[in-house]
């Protein structure tokens, strides 16, 4: 199809605007088709955003050799980089489309449509309702075209002639203002729309937040036994032995954290049992409680790194909530999955061999933290996050082993997700300089289900020299530890390992995170000076 050009303008600076203006205009019916369809979304079951359901997809799909980073990412400050990726692919794709349509703009909706609908299965694709997100997607598509259609029709007057070619009339001058007038509107509409949008958001997370500010926890059957005076290390910098709630680090795949409204919610417990039941909020709280210190870890921690905590939890055990379902005959594991569809699964013994996994409701004295799972999840001490401690717990099933695995498996990880030894150095800090003489090197060590038998530091390869331990708090929790170093002028290499109580010492072989737990003493380098 060839293009006549307007008599008025040059070919060149006809071509110059027009490409230009397809562009901007395509990209200006993708905004609005983003803003439609997140607005759409607020109001639909699930609530199920473009934005949000790609990203999900996103992380579930990334390929093993990057997960590893991505699961450490996620939960951090990479998700908001993430949903600007995908906002900037999609402007991007609008760029394109309204380029090659610049002319045809009528023309161009199976494209919208395709895309709409694409967008929508991808990002419904992994949730329970599909077609409320195919829904969003094809509405968005249609807003998208309708405004690449209104402004590219305020922008340029098409005309057919008698051999079906394609004039284009453009009034520049008048074009020019129209279509600043017609961008800024739609603009400024997609922008009411986002606000709008995030104000809904916000709400939400308001509307749980005062929710949980007027809950209380009720008094525990059997509390923990009080803190140690002695289970801190009185140094500059030296973490505290029970990690505050806002410092607690957090790992979800969750782009946004889900708010619960307890009111509508319930935990489920099913699969091999004998009597299925399903609980309230008020319910769950009703039942006797426990309270204890655990140390949870990410099995995606390097060597040396931060991504363990420590807290009071207080929750009902699981084995009262198996006892009161009856566990049937064939059950292995159990399943716990989240309201966005995350799973953990581990082996049936963990929940009944005496120690105390929970379904918790309390962190350090108050209700869970929407990060960190409100209005309930699991605790089970000695293993690794990613197979038991399901946040924001919707349902709890008993299955077989080769029935289901959970979330991480399929993509590397190891299905046994028993927490290793590990070590770390807290203060100094890795290449510090620190004044010559009498240094007190601390850090933490944790063996959960194990107690902690000893931490040795070793200085430039030299032998291992035991620290002082602080005092315990539990067979779950780490444990504080610190060594007086007398240190001489230079640099110097520290070295720390723990022992556990039956004499085991903590595996030397260096191991990156994935597909289980990384390995290996964490050496840091000093400078005395
Ligand atoms: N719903 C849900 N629960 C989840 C996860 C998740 O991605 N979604 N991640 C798990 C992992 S890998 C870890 S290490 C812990 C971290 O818990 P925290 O964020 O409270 O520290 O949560 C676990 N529970
Ligand atoms: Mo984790």
């Known amino acids: ?55 999900n997809q996103v992380i579930n799909l990334t390929p093993a050799g990057i997960r590893e980073s991505l699961i450490s990412a996620v939960g951090t400050a990479d998700k908001p980089i993430l949903s600007a990726g995908i906002v900037a692919v999609i402007l991007l794709l609008g760029a394109v489309i309204g380029l090659r349509f610049r002319d045809s703009a009528r023309a161009a909706w199976p494209v919208y449509l395709i895309l709409g609908l694409v967008v929508g299965l991808i990002a419904g694709a992994a949730t329970a309702r599909v077609w409320s997100s195919v829904i969003v997607g094809l509405v968005g598509g249609a807003a998208g075209w ?91 910098d030296m973490p505290p032995p029970v990690t505050p709630n806002d410092a607690f680090y957090r790992i979800d795949t969750a782009l946004v954290p889900p708010t619960v ?81 995350f799973t953990a699964a581990f082996p049936i013994t963990a929940a009944l061999d005496g120690r105390d996994a929970m379904v918790a409701v309390g962190m350090n004295g108050v209700p869970l933290p929407v990060n960190h799972g409100f209005p309930a999840r699991l605790v089970v001490p000695g293993l690794y996050g990613y197979v038991s401690a399901t946040k924001w717990l919707r349902e709890i099933r008993l299955t077989t082993f080769a029935e289901e ?63 002082q331990l602080a005092s315990s708090m539990g067979v779950d929790t780490w444990r504080l530890w610190s060594w007086k170093w007398p240190a001489a002028v230079g640099g110097h290499e520290l070295r720390v390992r723990m022992i556990d109580a039956n004499g085991r010492v903590q595996s030397p072989a260096v191991r990156q995170p994935g597909p289980g737990a990384s390995s290996g003493y964490q050496s840091i380098v000093v400078d005395v000076s």
């Not at 007027?214 to 059997?222: D, G, I, S, V």
């Not at 399929?410 to 300089?433: F, K, N």
């Not at 107690?451 to 530091?457: F, H």
Request: net charge negative; aromatic share 4%.
């Open 1 to 55: 199809m060839s293009t006549t050009v307007a008599d008025s303008v040059t070919s060149e600076s006809r071509s110059v605007w027009s490409r230009r203006t397809g562009a901007l205009v395509g990209a200006l019916s993708a905004i609005v088709a983003l803003a439609v369809a997140e607005l759409l979304a607020v109001v639909l079951p699930g609530k199920p955003s473009p934005i949000v359901g790609i990203a």
């Open 146 to 236: 309708a405004t690449l259609a209104l402004l590219l029709r305020v922008t340029v007057n098409a005309v057919r002639d008698e051999s079906g070619n394609v004039r284009l009339q453009p009034e520049p001058a008048l074009a020019r203002r129209t279509f600043l007038i017609a961008s800024a509107g739609v603009t400024g509409a997609a922008l009411a729309g986002i606000a709008v949008l995030s104000a809904v958001r916000s709400q939400s997370l308001q509307a749980v937040e005062s929710a949980r500010d007027a809950l209380r926890l009720p008094t525990p059957a059997r509390r923990a036994p009080a803190v140690p005076a002695g289970a801190g290390v009185d140094v500059p």
């Open 261 to 341: 409204n307890v009111a509508g919610w319930t935990l489920t417990v099913g699969g091999k049992v004998d009597q299925p039941f399903e609980l309230s909020y008020p319910e769950l709280m009703s039942m006797p409680q426990v309270e204890h210190y655990v140390t949870l870890a990410c099995v995606s921690n390097p060597v040396g790194g931060d991504l363990v905590g420590n807290a009071l939890w207080q929750g009902v055990p699981l084995r009262a909530l198996l006892e009161k379902a009856g566990v049937a005959d064939g059950a292995q594991q159990i399943v716990a999955e989240s309201v966005d569809g």
């Open 405 to 467: 695995v959970g979330f991480w498996i399929p993509r590397g990880w190891v299905a046994d997700g028993t927490i290793e030894a590990a070590s770390r150095i807290d203060v100094p800090t890795d290449g510090a300089t620190v004044p010559v003489g009498d240094v007190t090197v601390a850090g933490r060590a944790w063996h959960q289900r194990v107690p902690v038998g000893a931490v040795e530091i070793s200085v430039d390869a030299g032998p291992w020299q035991p620290a």
